[in-house]
C-alpha cells in the first residue's frame, strides 16, 4: 500500500468532504430552485444538502478521530467527547434531513417511505442511531462493565464502517431517483445527459469516493492506535485517568 501520511490524506479527505457539500449546495441552488421551509421543492433541497453533509461528511470526520495520533496518548475524555460531540452533531443534521423530506411529501400529498431509497435510508439512519445510543452507554457511561466494552467494541468498529458505507448507499441511489424524478421532458431527458446530470453523477461519485477513502484509513493498521486492545483503553469515561 502507499505509504501516505495519515495527516496530509486527512487534509484531502477534508477538501473532498467539503466539495461535495459545496456541490450538493450548488446542485440544489442552481438547478432545483434553492431552500425555503414553505414545504415546496424548496423545502425537499434541505434533504440532499442535510443528509450529504451529516451523514456521509461528519459521520466520516467522527469515524476518524481516534486515527489521529494525538489521540494515542494523553487523556481520552477529550477526544471521546469529540468522536460523540461529530456523531450528535451528524445525527442532528440527519433529523432535519429526514424532516425536510417528510415535511415535503406530507403538503405535496406524496406517499411516504415507498422506495428502495427510501427504505434503505430510514434502515441506515435507524441503525446509526442504534450505534450512537449503545456506544454512548458502552464507552461514555461510567458503569459499563469491563467485559462488555471489550465484546461491544468490534461490533461498533464494524458497524461504523458499514454504516457508513449503506449511508454513501443512500445517498448514491437518492441522486439518481432525483434525477429520474426531474430530468424527463424534452433536452433535459437524463439520458441525453445535460448539465445538471453530469454535476450530480459527479457528486455520487465523489460521495462514494470519499466513503471508500474513509473505510481504508479506518481499515489501515499502521493508522490504527497500537494500544487499541489493551484493557487501559476501554477504561470508563469518569475514571480517575480522566
Ligand atoms: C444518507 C443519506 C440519505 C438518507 C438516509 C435518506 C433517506 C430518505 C428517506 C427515509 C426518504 C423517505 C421520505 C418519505 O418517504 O417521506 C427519502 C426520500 C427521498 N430522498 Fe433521501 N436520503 C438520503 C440522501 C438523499 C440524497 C443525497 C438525495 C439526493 C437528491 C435524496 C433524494 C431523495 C428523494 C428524491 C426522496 C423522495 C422520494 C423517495 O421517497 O424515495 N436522498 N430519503
Known amino acids: 500500500m502507499l505509504d501516505v501520511p495519515f495527516l496530509p490524506f486527512c487534509a484531502f479527505l477534508g477538501t473532498l468532504g467539503l466539495l461535495c457539500v459545496a456541490m450538493v449546495g450548488t446542485w440544489c441552488q442552481h438547478w432545483r430552485g434553492g431552500f425555503s421551509l414553505d414545504g415546496s421543492?424548496?423545502?425537499?433541497?434541505?434533504?440532499?444538502?442535510?443528509?450529504?453533509?451529516?451523514?456521509?461528511v461528519l459521520y466520516g470526520a467522527a469515524a476518524l478521530v481516534y486515527r489521529i495520533p494525538?489521540?494515542?496518548?494523553?487523556?481520552?475524555l477529550p477526544w471521546k467527547v469529540l468522536h460523540g460531540s461529530l456523531a450528535l452533531g451528524a445525527f442532528i443534521l440527519t433529523v432535519l434531513g429526514l424532516a425536510a423530506v417528510f415535511c415535503f411529501h406530507n403538503s405535496q400529498g406524496t406517499p411516504n417511505m415507498y422506495s428502495l431509497h427510501s427504505w434503505m435510508g430510514l434502515g441506515t439512519v435507524l441503525l446509526f442511531s442504534c450505534q450512537w445510543a449503545a456506544g454512548?452507554?458502552?464507552?461514555?457511561?461510567?458503569?459499563?462493565?469491563t467485559w462488555l466494552r471489550a465484546l461491544y467494541k468490534p461490533i461498533?468498529?464494524?458497524?461504523?464502517?458499514?454504516?457508513?458505507?449503506?449511508?454513501?448507499?443512500?445517498?448514491?441511489?437518492?441522486?439518481?431517483?432525483?434525477?429520474?424524478f426531474s430530468l424527463k421532458n424534452g433536452t433535459m431527458e437524463y439520458k441525453l445527459l445535460p448539465a445538471e446530470a453530469v454535476f450530480a453523477n459527479t457528486?455520487?461519485?465523489?460521495?462514494?469516493?470519499?466513503?471508500?477513502?474513509?473505510v481504508a484509513a479506518l481499515a489501515r493498521p499502521s493508522w490504527k492506535r497500537p494500544d487499541s486492545d489493551s484493557p487501559d483503553s476501554r477504561q470508563p469515561l469518569l475514571s480517575a485517568e480522566r
Do not use: D, Q, Y
Not at 494525538?70 to 481520552?76: D, R
Not at 448507499?169 to 437518492?174: H, K, L, M, Q, Y
Open 41 to 56: 421543492s424548496r423545502t425537499f433541497n434541505w434533504h440532499p444538502v442535510l443528509m450529504v453533509t451529516g451523514l456521509v
Open 156 to 180: 461498533h468498529v464494524f458497524f461504523g464502517s458499514t454504516i457508513l458505507m449503506l449511508s454513501v448507499a443512500s445517498c448514491v441511489s437518492g441522486i439518481n431517483e432525483k434525477l429520474f
Open 70 to 76: 494525538n489521540t494515542w496518548s494523553g487523556p481520552k
Open 136 to 145: 454512548f452507554g458502552a464507552f461514555l457511561l461510567p458503569w459499563a462493565p
Open 203 to 214: 457528486l455520487g461519485l465523489l460521495i462514494l469516493i470519499f466513503g471508500v477513502l474513509v
